[in-house]
């Protein structure tokens, strides 16, 4: 498994190459403890896929509708704590039936729970978003308009793609534009007007333009690729990694795989900026089992503006998804690498820390750079 993918670093590396000492895995850039007056900061956090399978809808159900709140109820101040909290949402909200997995439409409910626990920004370009067809899509993004959600990655028309594709948000003075394509939508289509951002380099490279006639402080692709279970990124995503780095995107963020792939911070070698690409977040959360499925990681990206934006830190966390087959509560819940004790079972403190374990030797030997927070 590893010399494939050291190969393909070493393609990569003939772009960039990596400064960053593995062992220390923090990523500070100055010494600055206080920052100064002209110095200013924004905080991202990104998170993978959020599923929605039928054994959750289940769970879910109540007398009166559909009950999420224990799902984020451990990492909300760490959502919270971001200045823009990016979440990738694989279902639909495309009204009853409610359904699992082929073809997801999951009640309102969970998207008032996501928003409800600080996620501000909602992805929509991934396999799924076409579950329910043109109606599901609709009514999805109708829904994320009519709660004044920041959303992109699709559209009900060219004029809504104008405006939010890129996305466009600005804190500190500091200006981010965000672009999300997906490699897929499970071979269903949507006619005109509605559009969904599939990953075409042409088409790619004309929304970067674009973005860059608006001058952002910083470009952050979120791109749903790769392949299913696979731990390691493949070809195809290397290379597209390494195209979108040559044509300006500062931060590459993916998903889909439902495994966590390894993070690499490199170093372009014109501007000397430091760039993440993460290359899957894994699941969030969802009713997955297999190997490598049950968990998945929040990324917290830190940017600093001086004279221009530089990254100051790329840190993430482990989370681990309590089924209630296993934990023995009542509903799903997420379970952060933390510093407290959260008195699971035997049975679910074995899987938990198997996770933890597995992915941390992993992690250990692939990543380049980004290094474990705890949550508080
Ligand atoms: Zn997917």
């Given at each position: 498994?590893?010399?494939?993918?050291?190969?393909?670093?070493?393609?990569?590396?003939?772009?960039?190459?990596?400064?960053?000492?593995?062992?220390?895995?923090?990523?500070?850039?100055?010494?600055?403890?206080?920052?100064?007056?002209?110095?200013?900061?924004?905080?991202?956090?990104?998170?993978?896929?959020?599923?929605?399978?039928?054994?959750?809808?289940?769970?879910?159900?109540?007398?009166?509708?559909?009950?999420?709140?224990?799902?984020?109820?451990?990492?909300?101040?760490?959502?919270?704590?971001?200045?823009?909290?990016?979440?990738?949402?694989?279902?639909?909200?495309?009204?009853?039936?409610?359904?699992?997995?082929?073809?997801?439409?999951?009640?309102?409910?969970?998207?008032?729970?996501?928003?409800?626990?600080?996620?501000?920004?909602?992805?929509?370009?991934?396999?799924?978003?076409?579950?329910?067809?043109?109606?599901?899509?609709?009514?999805?993004?109708?829904?994320?308009?009519?709660?004044?959600?920041?959303?992109?990655?699709?559209?009900?028309?060219?004029?809504?793609?104008?405006?939010?594709?890129?996305?466009?948000?600005?804190?500190?003075?500091?200006?981010?534009?965000?672009?999300?394509?997906?490699?897929?939508?499970?071979?269903?289509?949507?006619?005109?007007?509605?559009?969904?951002?599939?990953?075409?380099?042409?088409?790619?490279?004309?929304?970067?333009?674009?973005?860059?006639?608006?001058?952002?402080?910083?470009?952050?692709?979120?791109?749903?690729?790769?392949?299913?279970?696979?731990?390691?990124?493949?070809?195809?995503?290397?290379?597209?990694?390494?195209?979108?780095?040559?044509?300006?995107?500062h931060?590459?963020?993916?998903?889909?795989?439902?495994?966590?792939?390894?993070?690499?911070?490199v170093t372009d070698?014109l501007s000397n900026q430091k760039k993440?690409?993460?290359?899957?977040?894994?699941?969030?959360?969802?009713?997955?089992?297999?190997?490598?499925?049950?968990?998945?990681?929040?990324?917290?990206?830190?940017?600093?503006?001086?004279?221009i934006t530089q990254l100051?830190?790329?840190?993430?966390?482990?989370?681990?998804?309590?089924?209630?087959?296993?934990?023995?509560?009542?509903?799903?819940?997420?379970?952060?690498?933390?510093?407290?004790?959260?008195?699971?079972?035997?049975?679910?403190?074995?899987?938990?820390?198997?996770?933890?374990?597995?992915?941390?030797?992993?992690?250990?030997?692939?990543?380049?750079?980004?290094?474990?927070?705890?949550?508080?």
């Amino acid at each position: 498994m590893k010399t494939p993918f050291l190969l393909l670093l070493l393609v990569s590396a003939s772009l960039y190459s990596c400064t960053f000492n593995s062992k220390s895995n923090k990523i500070q850039i100055g010494k600055t403890e206080e920052l100064k007056d002209s110095v200013q900061e924004i905080k991202l956090l990104f998170v993978g896929d959020v599923m929605q399978h039928k054994t959750q809808l289940n769970y879910a159900k109540t007398d009166s509708g559909y009950n999420y709140s224990s799902y984020f109820k451990h990492i909300r101040e760490d959502i919270q704590s971001a200045d823009f909290s990016l979440i990738n949402f694989e279902t639909t909200l495309g009204g009853k039936p409610y359904s699992g997995y082929p073809l997801f439409s999951s009640p309102d409910e969970l998207l008032l729970e996501v928003l409800d626990s600080g996620f501000n920004i909602i992805l929509t370009a991934n396999n799924h978003i076409l579950d329910r067809g043109k109606k599901g899509l609709r009514r999805t993004l109708s829904l994320l308009d009519s709660l004044r959600i920041q959303h992109t990655g699709s559209f009900q028309s060219q004029e809504e793609r104008e405006n939010r594709n890129p996305l466009w948000v600005e804190k500190n003075g500091i200006k981010i534009a965000f672009l999300n394509y997906t490699y897929g939508t499970n071979g269903l289509t949507v006619d005109s007007p509605f559009i969904v951002n599939y990953i075409d380099k042409q088409i790619i490279e004309k929304d970067i333009l674009k973005a860059y006639k608006n001058k952002p402080d910083a470009l952050i692709m979120l791109i749903h690729w790769g392949e299913e279970y696979e731990m390691l990124p493949n070809k195809k995503q290397v290379e597209l990694a390494n195209w979108l780095f040559s044509k300006g995107v500062h931060h590459i963020i993916g998903s889909h795989p439902h495994v966590i792939q390894p993070i690499q911070i490199v170093t372009d070698s014109l501007s000397n900026q430091k760039k993440v690409v993460a290359y899957s977040l894994g699941n969030f959360i969802s009713n997955m089992s297999r190997k490598g499925t049950d968990g998945g990681m929040m990324l917290k990206l830190t940017l600093q503006k001086d004279s221009i934006t530089q990254l100051k830190s790329c840190e993430y966390n482990l989370v681990w998804t309590g089924r209630p087959i296993i934990t023995g509560e009542n509903n799903y819940i997420l379970y952060p690498s933390s510093t407290k004790d959260y008195q699971l079972n035997n049975q679910a403190n074995t899987l938990r820390n198997n996770f933890l374990n597995t992915t941390r030797k992993f992690l250990n030997d692939y990543n380049q750079g980004a290094r474990e927070y705890l949550v508080q």
